[in-house]
């Protein structure tokens, strides 16, 4: 049972989080511009800000796990149930390039690799 079906609320984000994602946004901002290029960036804070918010709802409402995770929930779900968990999901590793999939075909569990989509 979820947070929310417990206590009808969703607890917020904590202190901490709100860290880590503060810093993975400064880790992202290039080191590099030049004032022009700064001043262009905060003339357009609004569709950055607009753009940023857009990218936090797609990461959050996402079905993103890593293969090990993914084939383990698949696994307890199969021994439990007898049945496929039934999910299409994309795998993120770490590092850059393909991404594997995990996905039901003909009754058996594959994985297959795609290209990362950045947006």
Request: proline share 5%; aromatic share 4%.
């Amino acid at each position: 049972m979820s947070e929310k079906e417990k206590h009808g609320t969703v607890p917020p984000a904590t202190t901490g989080q709100i860290k880590d994602i503060i810093s993975a946004l400064v880790q992202a901002m290039p080191t590099n511009l030049t004032a022009d290029e700064a001043k262009k960036i905060i003339g357009q804070k609004g569709k950055l800000g607009a753009e940023l918010r857009k990218i936090f709802r797609e990461i959050a409402s996402a079905n993103y796990c890593t293969l090990e995770e993914r084939l383990l929930l698949e696994l307890r779900h199969v021994v439990k149930t007898g049945g496929q968990l039934g999910i299409n999901n994309v795998v993120i590793p770490a590092g850059a390039g393909n991404v594997p999939r995990a996905y039901w075909r003909g009754g058996k569990l594959s994985v297959m690799m795609q290209p990362r989509r950045c947006h």
